[in-house]
């Protein structure tokens, strides 16, 4: 993960002040990996780091630290026997008040780096931003160095855009939102179609004509495609072939992959484009319950493939 300060400042303003607490190290088998990250107010918290007695005391200490009024503090914990775990462990704990004034303060840039109490930047912190301006030569982060954090500041999300509200589309929508990363687009051509309550972070799209909409996605975005009309999955195939995209997906089996392609080429694309569009998505070895699809997709996200993997590796050959 990374400091999205968009995503801190709209929990700030959704929650009040609050303190994020950055597992900024990590040895041995622990809960997370550094990175994760949970944010605490005086009365919510969001995220995790791993559960258990570790965050339990870390959002008591986080509570502490917001009622002091302190800027950060850092901790190293072993996690043993002392915590009631026996992960063998141990973490490093940046525990980092945020308020509104306090982010404004932090800048933009592609690396953030701050004191958590006010200390001067050391020379190893120094070294890293001028090594990182001149070589763009980077350690692994985030890096903390005395009370001083670095972390490499949020990139744009990932677009990806899901054509369909129906059962898998629902299901897709519940497993995927929470990802961190992920700018999701939820497509469908009537509201009543869509949940009544859409996730954060979803932007829901209704149009009579859904494939009108291909002309708006950025050419860099990832597509799901799983409406309730086949029709309609070949239009935005069809579209989104001529548009460009990075990836995409669409539902199905091995004969509707055999028919969309032959209709595709019919339709003038070439086959290496139309093998872009994998088909099915998900894990069959997992079945075909929306939510076991699900999380197939979501497996395959996660390791950076994406399940939109060509149909050629799907299918093991040219699928026709």
Request: net charge positive; proline share 5%; charged share 20%.
């Amino acid at each position: 993960m990374s400091f999205d300060a968009g995503a801190l400042a709209a929990a700030v303003e959704r929650l009040g002040p609050l303190v994020r607490v950055l597992v900024a190290g990590a040895a041995g088998s622990v809960p997370r990996e550094a990175g994760a990250e949970m944010l605490v107010s005086a009365g919510a918290q969001e995220g995790t780091i791993g559960g258990g007695t570790l965050e339990w005391q870390a959002s008591l200490r986080a509570r502490e630290l917001l009622a002091s009024g302190a800027a950060g503090a850092v901790s190293r914990v072993p996690l043993g026997p002392a915590l009631g775990q026996c992960c063998g462990g141990a973490v490093t704990l940046a525990f980092e008040r945020l308020d509104a004034a306090r982010l404004a303060q932090l800048g933009t840039g592609s690396l953030v780096a701050r004191a958590l109490d006010g200390s001067a930047m050391p020379l190893a912190v120094v070294r890293l931003l001028a090594r990182a301006r001149g070589q763009g030569a980077l350690p692994r982060l985030p890096l903390l160095e005395g009370s001083w954090l670095v972390e490499r500041a949020a990139q744009p999300a990932r677009g990806l855009w899901i054509w369909g509200a129906g059962h898998v589309g629902r299901a897709l929508v519940s497993v995927l939102a929470p990802l961190p990363d992920l700018a999701i687009t939820w497509v469908d051509t009537g509201a009543e179609r869509f949940p009544e309550v859409i996730p954060a972070g979803v932007t829901q799209l209704v149009a009579a004509n859904p494939a009108e909409l291909v002309a708006h996605a950025p050419r860099e975005a990832e597509h799901l495609i799983l409406t309730f009309s086949h029709q309609l999955d070949l239009e935005l195939c069809h579209r989104l072939l001529g548009h460009g995209f990075a990836a995409a997906g669409l539902i199905g089996s091995a004969s509707k992959r055999a028919r969309f392609h032959s209709r595709l080429r019919g339709l003038g694309h070439a086959d290496a484009q139309i093998l872009r569009i994998a088909c099915p998505i998900g894990d069959p070895a997992l079945g075909k319950h929306p939510q076991a699809i699900a999380v197939g997709v979501a497996a395959a996200l996660l390791k950076g493939s994406s399940e939109m993997k060509t149909a050629r590796d799907r299918a093991g050959g040219r699928a026709e």
